[in-house]
């Protein structure tokens, strides 16, 4: 059984930095991409960061040039670094591995980001 777990989220004020680690246990093989996902209260969940197995990025407007995904393929870890946040990327954070011989989707329970003075 697949499990993710989420670390790293808090309280910070606007302009601050955080960063996200999400660890996958169990039987987990065969990763096409890691991710991150946040939702925000009222609205749908929506797409941060991704990183395929092959390092490719690609991230979402809003956080472009504030953002940066980075992953460990020997510890199947991916990390989320966060700098010059804002009240809008108050979300819950999601973290996200597609992977396995019939690809899926696995996810966290999420970690609460909040951006506030």
């Known amino acids: 059984q697949v499990q993710l777990v989420e670390s790293g989220g808090g309280l910070v004020q606007p302009g601050g930095s955080l960063r996200l680690s999400c660890a996958a246990s169990g039987s987990i093989f065969r990763i096409n991409a890691m991710g991150w996902y946040r939702q925000a209260p009222g609205k749908q969940r929506e797409l941060v960061a991704r990183?395929?197995?092959?390092?490719?990025?690609n991230y979402a407007d809003s956080v472009k040039g504030r953002f940066t995904i980075s992953r460990d393929n020997t510890k199947n870890t991916v990390d989320l670094q966060m700098n010059s946040l804002k009240p809008e990327d108050t979300a819950v954070y999601y973290c996200?591995?597609?992977?396995?011989?019939?690809?899926?989707?696995?996810w966290g329970p999420g970690t609460q980001v909040t951006v506030s003075s």
């Open positions: 996200n591995f597609n992977a396995g011989w019939v690809l899926t989707d696995y």
């Open positions: 990183i395929t197995s092959g390092g490719m990025t």
